[in-house]
């Protein structure tokens, strides 16, 4: 079936590094990604999306790279703050239309930044 | 997100104990879900609902049941717990698509243990 992954559960920075953390995804036909940051204790939120006719998407210190023939999703944090410690969840799903699924998570990454 | 309430935000109960937990949004988002969030499995969809006459199972719906009482309030019941649901549960809502784009936004969570 479809699924949504990440590559590594843990990823460990130093503060005022650039953090990568890596998503692939198996449903060719979604078309629409989303990064989520959740902290301890607190639900899921938004960090940045892109749709599935962009490569890549800016945000304010983070980018989300879409690369649609390997089917591969990555978060790039400019100069990783320790406030930035978090795990953070890629998703996958419709962009649009009334029927269809909703998002497909992945299994998430844990970052821990050390200053 | 404060626009997403969800109550309890912590309930201990027993085994065969029926439990509702409930999720109120100010968003006015037509789009409400309930997810369940495991350690290392990421969020799973229990049910979704797109409208107040809609409701959808999702990907682990098998011992829940829930109600859409209003466009701003959507309820996820276990009608006889079981330890293995034990679990972190999320609220999340969302509006119609647009332009491609489809963001969730998240409850705080209702941490539930049945012993």
């Known amino acids: 079936g479809e699924s949504v992954g990440l590559h590594l559960p843990t990823l460990s920075v130093q503060e005022g590094d650039n953090s990568i953390i890596n998503c692939a995804y198996s449903?060719?036909?979604?078309?629409?990604f989303i990064w989520y940051k959740q902290e301890s204790g607190k639900g899921p939120q938004f960090i940045i999306d892109i749709r599935s006719n962009m490569d890549k998407r800016q945000g304010q210190r983070v980018t989300v790279l879409l690369n649609k023939t390997v089917k591969h999703l990555s978060l790039q944090i400019a100069a990783t703050q320790p406030g930035d410690s978090a795990v953070y969840f890629c998703a996958e799903g419709p962009g649009s239309g009334e029927a269809g699924t909703a998002l497909i998570f992945g299994k998430g990454t844990t970052l821990s930044v050390s200053s | 997100d404060a626009d997403v309430t969800q109550t309890p935000r912590n309930r201990i109960t027993k085994t065969g104990k029926r439990i509702m937990l409930e999720c109120s949004q100010t968003?006015?988002?037509?789009?409400m879900y309930w997810y369940r969030q495991d350690p290392g499995l990421g969020l799973r969809l229990i049910y979704y609902s797109f409208d107040v006459k809609d409701i959808n199972k999702g990907e682990i719906s098998d011992g829940y049941s829930v109600s859409r009482q209003a466009q701003a309030k959507f309820s996820l019941s276990l009608e006889s717990a079981i330890p293995n649901q034990t679990a972190l549960y999320f609220c999340?809502?969302?509006?119609?698509?647009?332009?491609?784009?489809?963001?969730?936004?998240f409850g705080p969570g209702t941490r539930l243990t049945v012993l």
């Open positions: 449903n060719s036909a979604s078309d629409y």
């Open positions: 968003k006015g988002h037509d789009r």
């Open positions: 999340a809502t969302s509006d119609l698509p647009r332009q491609g784009y489809n963001e969730q936004f």
